[in-house]
């Protein structure tokens, strides 16, 4: 069965600074990788994927995330946070079932970001 | 840009009754999903549908639980006789193929749900 780690669960960094969010997977197979990001009260909203191809993939509003297979990580970043990032942001792998995928979830690493 | 659409955003519920949370998926989308979010933890998987029938479903979903596709755009999740540890957000989310595309889960702003 798939699984997520997500080691940190609260950094706190400030406006301008580097980021990296830390993930790590278990899955048997080649996997399927995503970063979503929740905002207080509000839905998941994709980031980015990772599918093939390219292991450094980008993302929306500036993140990107290198597939290491040789690690099983597949870590966020972004070059200067800003105020409005700071949520909650999940990495999921994807797993076939048969018909259908689903994902699984680590538990999320909440990001603060100080003015 | 096309979004997954749930209402209602809140539903407060007395233990016992039934609930019916809708989801209206991305109108292209053939796969469609429902997972949970209890407050404080990790989204997790319930179930995932395709072809007017359930693909997989996580040990969660008993039989408590259902689903259905009662027409071409509405996906809903019934709750038979809520429990007090139903108590969670809950999220819809569509695809709109799998295979060599692998197209990735939209996701609605979730329902959240509160047994009383």
């Known amino acids: 069965a798939q699984s997520v780690t997500q080691p940190d669960i609260h950094i706190t960094v400030s406006e301008g600074a580097s980021l990296e969010l830390r993930c790590n997977y278990s899955?048997?197979?080649?996997?399927?990788l995503f970063w979503y990001v929740q905002s207080p009260g509000q839905g998941l909203q994709l980031l980015l994927k990772?599918?093939?191809?390219?292991?450094l993939v980008q993302g929306i509003k500036g993140f990107e995330a290198e597939f290491k297979r040789s690690q099983s990580s597949f870590n966020l970043r972004k070059p200067s946070v800003h105020w409005s990032d700071a949520a909650e942001y999940f990495c999921?792998?994807?797993?076939?079932?048969?018909?259908?995928?689903?994902?699984?979830f680590g538990t999320g690493t909440r990001l603060q970001v100080t003015l | 840009e096309p979004e997954v659409t749930q209402t209602p955003s809140h539903q407060v519920t007395q233990m016992g009754q039934e609930v019916i949370l809708r989801c209206v998926p991305i109108?292209?989308?053939?796969?469609f999903y429902w997972y949970r979010q209890i407050l404080g933890q990790k989204v997790e998987f319930l179930v995932s549908?395709?072809?007017?029938?359930?693909?997989?479903k996580s040990e969660i979903f008993d039989d408590q639980f259902s689903v259905e596709r009662p027409d071409g755009s509405n996906f809903t999740l019934k709750i038979r006789s809520t429990k007090l540890e139903d108590s969670a957000m809950y999220f819809c989310?569509?695809?709109?193929?799998?295979?060599?595309?692998?197209?990735?889960?939209?996701f609605g702003d979730g329902t959240r749900l509160s047994i009383l």
């Open positions: 999921a792998v994807g797993a076939h079932t048969g018909t259908a995928s689903k994902l699984t």
């Open positions: 899955y048997g197979a080649t996997p399927y």
């Open positions: 990772y599918f093939s191809g390219d292991t």
């Open positions: 109108s292209n989308h053939l796969y």
């Open positions: 989310a569509s695809s709109e193929s799998l295979g060599h595309s692998n197209q990735p889960q939209h």
């Open positions: 549908f395709y072809n007017n029938e359930i693909s997989e």
